[in-house]
RNA sequence: GCCCUCGUGGUGAAAUUGGUAGACACAAAGGACUUAAAAUCCUUGCCCUUUUGGGAGUGCCAGUUCGAGUCUGGCCGAGGGCACCA
């Protein structure tokens, strides 16, 4: 068998492709935007970076070769805390171990072939990527959509900072895994909330993202109907307002609770029971079991307020542990037979249960009822069924003036500081006088210092001898600088729109190429993304929308694909420490030994791929062991892209054999004498690869990358039994350059290899589908009452009297008829027959 | 607790969306070629039958249908998201 170097070839077609452009320019193509989530530059690139962007390869050489003018482009998310950690630890300067591993892994990522337009590379940490964005906050400033609160914030006491929201993880911080605290800091905060309604209205305009996505992104926005309510103190002058989405329930109202920081527990500020109460709230709150057990506390305040229905009623105010102070008004009335918290507390601290939704049950509730039903013991209310009763009393409620309809939302404002070195600078001073302005866009951009001292606690920025002292540019006023720096997800949240003039001085991008390319076609990136990065790069979208007129697009990823994880099993010695793969040796399925000392190791499940657990396969060695194109075929052929895929070696090098065979093939084509033609069988082989191709074409449009990879492996056994036969030496050739024109998108070193072999003239165009030229023969199934009794191989489109001779005369199904009586006959052309007797 | 998704051979998975279940591949067993090995190729794959055949079968239980992996209801199991959101 004829062997292929793979690693002369590919060599060799890296060179073409370092300055590969999918550019189609000719009139009739349609522009398709591929963009691969670009990585954040760790040091090496790893098998979800493979899996990613070779999925983002297919689609972008597919796209060219249908005549798509394709933009394909690559960067760096390159601003963040592992750069700092490591020049901690390393002494190193962020910016130049930043700076590295962009190389490595740049050389990386052209290892495996990818069809990237490099010279429209972008690094976030670059001062012209940096330099920009601080043009897009002031511009955000100075349409309100910038604001700065003092928040609780969560801080993590290990690495000194504020974390999101959606960077804890049950109560602990996502990196450093340590407790998070709260603490009290002025913050920057970008608006988002601002297009709560807008984020959720407009994720039914995204038919190519998947659902799950977009039910999580509803999720997070959160919004929900109700009203407020004002309640009457009935000692005070003051009065609670409160919200709720269950107005239906008023009359069953049997206290009030009230986060502790509500403005009325400063009644209490000199209260010790209350002081001891708060921090008993304190304590429980963040950590992982309390929030598990989370136990119904309360603060008996002894006030009281009046119902706003029945006159004469009071109903006793509590301070509560489970009422949160920044959802709502941060007060709620207590309905405890119609919603099961209430409940608990209602039990726990006595309290009357009064039943205004009928359960239909004339026993006591054992939980609270949740369900519709009839409402009752609610005067005007009462015979409505829920839905009903909420818009009654609403009207009555605003008729009342005692409260209006209120849509609420859970998204809250973004918060972007972060006390941190490596990111973007605010671009905001802080003048003598106490006012806080944003600098002058003429002094962008406001760079980064690089003589800081990185082993100091706290912020390098805050303790730098001379950054922070500036002048107001426009007046000469001393001023300080804004040492914080920004979250590291802005620097994501309009990259995709540089990458479309990533060279354009004046401005942060050139709106007449922004709309040509915009919107991203296809977006392709991993599932842990779909709240955090998706929603903030939507807002920046909607958000510059309203900041500049030119901008036309309001979403900015049209199709987005979520690829799934690539994992390996884990190997730990009798110790329990992990191992790497390739310190073990396998001996078996679930047996192994560890190479130094062959003692047993432990074999656990697959899991994802992470350093921690050592079950890590470095794509480089791979690559240069089996080729790039082998393991780019393996990681398509295994699974469906959006499932996680396990990593195998078996599984790589029976990819390099499979392609090893392919060349074969091709070798024996171009070298093979000409036969005398024979008509049937160069028929066959036209029908056959030209239904394969209509296979394959709509495999790769459904992202089935997999079916697409087991149709090759059908059509090589297919295509090399025509070998041997009377085809002619064109027919042949023909067709296989078909088929190898199909393998560029997958396989792009072998493929243009073969078709420089196979001598083809027009390698970058798509092979045409003669629709009239599919196979014509198909099966179809002959069934007895449901049962499969025979198979047929018939032409196509046989009516049901041809077929019931056909089986008349020669069906293996003929003998279940004899002397019986065909009640009906099911006739589904080209498919079934099914005779029922 | 609430919400969502998914259960198909020893394994990864296919199944034109209600019409041949297990394509394709991996692993295994047997065989061919070879002095031998590697490489390559072929066969097998649950139950009964020597074969021809026949039967069961897509997590479990029902239902709809001429026909269900696919649709409906209930149960069991796995994975993911949210976290006291009023």
Not at 149 to 174: C, F, M, S
Not at 258 to 270: E, M, R, T, Y
Not at 428 to 455: A, F, H, M, R, T
Request: overall charge positive; aromatic content about 12%; some cysteine.
């Amino acid at each position: 068998m004829e062997r292929l170097n793979f690693q002369v070839i590919e060599k060799k077609w890296q060179e073409k492709f370092k300055s590969l452009k999918l550019y189609n320019n000719s009139p009739d193509s349609k522009k398709f935007y591929c963009l691969e989530m670009f990585p954040y530059p760790s040091g090496k690139i790893h098998m979800g970076h493979v899996r990613n962007y070779t999925i983002g390869d297919v689609i972008a050489r597919y796209k060219f070769l249908n005549n798509y003018n394709v933009l394909h482009p690559m960067g760096w998310d390159a601003f963040g805390l592992p750069a700092e950690n490591a020049a901690k630890s390393n002494k190193e300067n962020p910016k130049d171990w930043t700076k590295k591993n962009i190389e490595v892994m740049k050389k990386q990522l052209q290892q495996l072939g990818l069809s990237i337009d490099w010279d429209l590379e972008i690094a976030t940490c670059d001062k012209n990527y940096y330099k920009h964005q601080q043009e897009l906050f002031i511009d955000f400033y100075n349409n309100g959509l910038v604001s700065r609160k003092e928040t609780y914030v969560n801080w993590d006491p290990v690495e000194k900072t504020v974390l999101a929201n959606e960077q804890v993880i049950d109560g602990r911080g996502w990196r450093s895994n340590a407790v998070v605290e709260r603490k009290k800091l002025s913050q920057w905060f970008f608006n988002i909330t601002k297009f709560s309604n807008n984020l959720l209205s407009d994720l039914e305009k995204l038919g190519g993202w998947p659902e799950k996505v977009k039910l999580m992104q509803k999720n997070w926005i959160g919004k929900s109907f109700g009203c407020e309510i004002k309640f009457e103190l009935s000692s005070e002058t003051s009065k609670i307002n409160i919200f709720t989405t269950r107005p239906d329930t008023i009359f069953g109202a049997t206290f009030i609770a009230l986060s502790v920081d509500h403005p009325l527990s400063k009644k209490f500020i000199n209260s010790n029971e209350f002081q001891e109460f708060k921090n008993e709230c304190n304590k429980t709150g963040t950590t992982e079991e309390s929030l598990a057990n989370a136990e119904k506390i309360g603060f008996d305040t002894k006030l009281f307020a009046k119902h706003p229905f029945i006159k004469e009623k009071k109903i006793p105010i509590f301070f509560a542990n489970f009422v949160l102070m920044d959802y709502g008004n941060g007060a709620i009335f207590g309905c405890p037979a119609h919603d099961q918290r209430d409940f608990d507390f209602a039990k726990k601290y006595n309290l009357e249960v009064i039943k205004v939704v009928s359960d239909k049950q004339e026993e006591e509730l054992k939980e609270a009822y949740t369900g519709d039903g009839v409402i009752i013991n609610s005067e005007f209310l009462n015979n409505l069924n829920v839905e009903n009763a909420k818009e009654k009393i609403i009207e009555e409620i605003e008729k009342r003036g005692i409260g209006k309809r209120k849509t609420l939302f859970r998204l809250k404002d973004w918060g972007i500081s972060r006390q941190r070195y490596w990111g973007c600078p605010i671009p905001i001073i802080y003048l003598e006088d106490g006012s806080i302005v944003p600098v002058d866009k003429s002094e962008l951009p406001i760079e980064l210092p690089e003589d800081i001292n990185l082993n100091s606690p706290g912020n390098p920025l805050e303790y730098h001898p001379t950054w922070k002292n500036t002048i107001q540019r426009s007046t000469g006023k001393k001023a300080t600088r804004e040492t914080d720096t920004l979250d590291t997800f802005v620097d994501s949240s309009w990259y995709f729109l540089r990458f479309c003039s990533p060279n354009f001085k004046q401005k942060p991008f050139d709106e007449k190429k922004i709309n040509y390319w915009m919107p991203v076609d296809q977006y392709i990136g991993g599932i842990e993304h779909a709240i955090l990065h998706l929603l903030y790069s939507r807002f920046f979208t909607k958000a510059l929308k309203d900041c500049n007129k030119e901008f036309k697009i309001s979403e900015p990823f049209q199709n987005l694909f979520t690829q799934g994880m690539v994992c390996h099993e884990t190997y730990k010695d009798q110790n329990g420490n992990w191992l790497y793969p390739e310190e073990i040796e396998k001996e078996g399925l679930n047996k192994a030994k560890k190479k130094s000392d062959k003692s047993s190791v432990v074999v656990g499940p697959p899991e994802s791929m992470s350093k921690s657990k050592k079950n890590t396969i470095d794509p480089e060695i791979m690559v240069k062991q089996y080729g790039a194109d082998a393991v780019r075929w393996f990681m398509l052929s295994d699974s469906p892209p959006e499932k996680d895929v396990q990593w195998s070696d078996i599984g790589v090098s029976s990819a390099n054999k499979f392609l090893q065979k392919i060349w074969n093939l091709n070798y024996l084509v171009a070298n093979r004498k000409v036969k005398k033609p024979n008509n049937q069988d160069e028929k066959d082989i036209i029908q056959g690869v030209n239904s394969f191709l209509n296979k394959i074409d709509l495999s790769i449009n459904n992202f089935r990358f997999n079916v697409c990879i087991a149709n090759f492996y059908e059509m090589y056994n297919f295509f090399r039994k025509y070998l041997d036969t009377n085809v002619s030496e064109k027919i042949l050739k023909d067709n296989l350059t078909k088929i190898m024109k199909l393998m560029i998108p997958f396989t792009p070193h072998l493929a243009y290899e073969c078709l420089e072999l196979l001598d083809c003239k027009s390698i970058n165009k798509w092979p045409e589908i003669d629709k009239k030229n599919l196979k014509e023969e198909i099966k179809m199934a002959v069934q007895i009452n449901g049962k499969t009794r025979d198979i047929l191989t018939i032409k196509k489109d046989l009516v049901e009297n041809e077929i019931n001779s056909i089986i008349q005369n020669s069906s293996k199904a003929k003998k279940f008829l004899e002397n019986k009586k065909v009640v009906k006959t099911i006739f589904v052309k080209n498919k079934i027959i099914n005779y029922i007797i």
